[in-house]
């Protein structure tokens, strides 16, 4: 239980960062939140919990098909924002496609080696 404690203390830690540099660096804390530190830190918590190079590879590979649909939300929300769409409905619009996005990609992503 301890543990599962100390990953959740260590990704609000993370959150926070990045928003606290972001008030002051925009752009840094964009940076740091582009940066795969959660998927790193999931894969080394998965290795941890099973130590499987193939499970570990179908995890790396599903992530990368993942990441994809959801960077378009990047584009719109400020494209939204520029144009006077209200933050909360930018995000929320930004959110919905990429939900949209990614069932697209849980049908098309099995041809190129995507396991559901």
């Not at 239980?1 to 002051?24: D, F, N, T």
């Not at 998965?46 to 993942?66: G, Q, S, V």
Request: hydrophobic residues 65%.
């Amino acid at each position: 239980m301890w543990q599962l404690a100390a990953k959740a203390l260590l990704s609000g830690v993370l959150i926070a960062a990045i928003a606290e540099i972001g008030k002051r660096l925009p752009a840094l804390g964009a940076l740091v939140a582009s940066l795969p530190l959660v998927s790193v830190l999931g894969m080394m918590f998965l290795w941890n919990a099973r130590p499987d190079a193939e499970n570990m590879a179908i995890h790396a590979e599903a992530t990368f098909w993942y990441v994809l649909p959801s960077l378009p939300m990047f584009l719109v929300i400020p494209a939204l924002l520029r144009h006077g769409v209200p933050f909360w409905i930018a995000l929320v619009g930004g959110c919905l496609l990429t939900v949209v996005l990614y069932l697209v990609m849980m049908q098309i992503g099995p041809r190129f080696g995507l396991k559901v």
